[in-house]
């Protein structure tokens, strides 16, 4: 149990274009869900944290109009970035949490702008 | 703020030794702490979570302890196997469960 799954696990995009990255939690109900990002041969940042049906909370120094988060239903969230640029190559991973404070991970989306 | 630092950055050892992963971090006042495992290019897998009032997890070859007072959780991996060389990332959480800080991984390779 405990499955999260994200779509795309890969994408190349133009500069300007805008990437949208979907979460789901496959098995159970996430209330909560959590947007990182990791640079190579670093570890993950938290971007932000969503709660089904409120609005994001960003972590400092994260732009919300450049990173939009929507958490629609209790297995959904997605991230798009907006306006991509190089310097936004990363690898963006999500998490979920349930009723537990535990997290669960997908398995990550590598993204990169050219 | 909270920061967690993992010590050492990297680790090469032959299979078969047992081993020490140490993970420090400046707030003892956390909710949990998690060991996760990372292979290249992939996300997070959960390996053991430690709640503040508990002292240590075992799982199979690995154990981890924690404690809190010193700032300090270490992760023993007994019987180092090649198929364990990945980075290890330690977590802890505060401000009521809900956020995770991550340490700065150790890369592990085990080399036959």
């Known amino acids: 149990g405990a499955v999260v799954s994200q779509h795309p696990s890969w994408v190349i995009c133009k500069s300007g274009t805008s990437v949208k990255i979907e979460c789901r939690s496959l098995?159970?109900?996430?209330?909560?869900m959590f947007w990182y990002r990791q640079f190579p041969k670093q570890s993950l940042m938290l971007m932000a944290t969503?709660?089904?049906?409120?609005?994001?909370?960003?972590e400092q120094g994260v732009e919300k109009d450049k990173f939009l988060i929507n958490h629609a239903s209790l297995t959904l969230s997605t991230l798009t970035v907006t306006s991509a640029h190089p310097e936004d190559s990363s690898f963006y991973i999500c998490?979920?949490?349930?009723?537990?404070?535990?997290?669960?991970f997908g398995p990550g989306t590598r993204l990169t702008v050219t | 703020k909270q920061e967690v630092t993992q010590i050492p950055a990297a680790l090469s050892v032959p299979e078969g030794e047992n081993l020490v992963l140490n993970c420090s971090f400046t707030?003892?006042?956390?909710?949990?702490l998690q060991w996760f495992r990372q292979d290249p290019g992939k996300g997070l897998t959960s390996l053991l979570l430690?709640?503040?009032?508990?002292r240590e997890q075992t799982s199979g070859r690995l154990n981890a302890s924690l404690d809190k007072s010193s700032g300090r959780s270490t992760l023993y991996i007994a019987a180092s196997q090649p198929g364990d060389s990945a980075t290890y990332l330690c977590?802890?959480?505060?401000?009521?469960?809900?956020?995770?800080?991550f340490g700065t991984g150790t890369q592990l390779k085990v080399e036959l």
């Open positions: 998490s979920a949490a349930g009723d537990t404070y535990e997290q669960y």
């Open positions: 098995d159970f109900q996430a209330t909560t």
């Open positions: 969503s709660n089904e049906g409120s609005k994001a909370t960003y």
């Open positions: 707030d003892s006042a956390i909710y949990n």
């Open positions: 430690i709640q503040s009032s508990q």
């Open positions: 977590a802890d959480s505060t401000g009521g469960g809900n956020k995770l800080t």
